[in-house]
């Protein structure tokens, strides 16, 4: 089945969001970006400069190409100039109740059936997160895409219960378009990838907290001993500390367990404002270059 989309809309504009609108663009679609945060659509725009620049430096994509793909994206600073979208992803922070206000929003904006309101989340309940669309919550669907978008290869696609067998197949079929390799999960917690990932995650904060070993020494036993190419401490940073404590309490809500809780050290490094490697400073230092 075709996937039927020429112009995605994007909202939130952060790592991932700004991730999926390049690569989209760089395949070919027309793409719309919002974020509500000042600054972030400047900075998403440079990001995309830059990221671009280095993918034509090693000669994967032309300089013709780079400049085709800046043309397509448009940057836009209210919601409402998201119009003439026919897919829209959610890619803002990891809270049901952001995500959910932002669907009924966009549902309201495109009464239109056949405009797929994906979510990018990590962790929430898809089914959960469509019934913010009302009567067209079949129109919801989990498009999970990984850090840094356009590097990693999965897109795991995540069904509600509400979502219609002719979604599943359009974001398989886009998921497809972009380059991506498309895998089912099916609509549990942290779906497949985060609910074997961030407890592993949580444990490597629990290891340092109770000083079993320094951060390096985590990271490097890890890399060393289970062939990772990077420490479980590293890779938080480079996720966000505050979305990997949210995912820990949404597994810890969803699966009805508290062995899932956020580590308290990994709650206190959020609160102090150690949010990894987009906030300067999460587990290690990362310098302004
Ligand atoms: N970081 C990862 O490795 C990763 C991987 C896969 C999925 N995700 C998921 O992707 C989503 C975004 O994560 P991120 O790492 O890009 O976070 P981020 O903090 O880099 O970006 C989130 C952006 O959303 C914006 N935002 C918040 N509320 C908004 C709203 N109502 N409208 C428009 N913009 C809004 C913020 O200003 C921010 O720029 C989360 O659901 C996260 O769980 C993250």
Redo the contacts with the bound molecule.
Sequence with gaps: MSHGVSTLGV?????????IAQVAAVNGLNVKV????PG?IDK?KATHKKSLAKFVEKAKITQADMDAALARITYVDA?DKLTGCDWLI?????DAK??K??LTRLSAMYPDERVVLA??????SITDLATAAGTTAGRVVGM????PVPLMQLVEVIPGLQTTPAVIDRTISLATALGKTPLRANDRAGFISNRVLMPMINEAFYAWMEGVAEPHAIDGIMKLGCNFPMGPLTLAD???L??CA??MNVLADGLNNERYRPCPLLKQLVTAGR?GV?GGHGVYPYPAK
């Design positions: 909202l939130g504009a952060g790592q991932m969001g700004g991730g919002f974020d509500n945060f972030t998403c919601p959610e890619a803002v922070v990891e952001v995500k206000d932002l979510t990018n989340t990590s962790s929430i999970h895409f990984f850090n480079f996720i966000g505050d979305t949210n995912i949010t987009k």
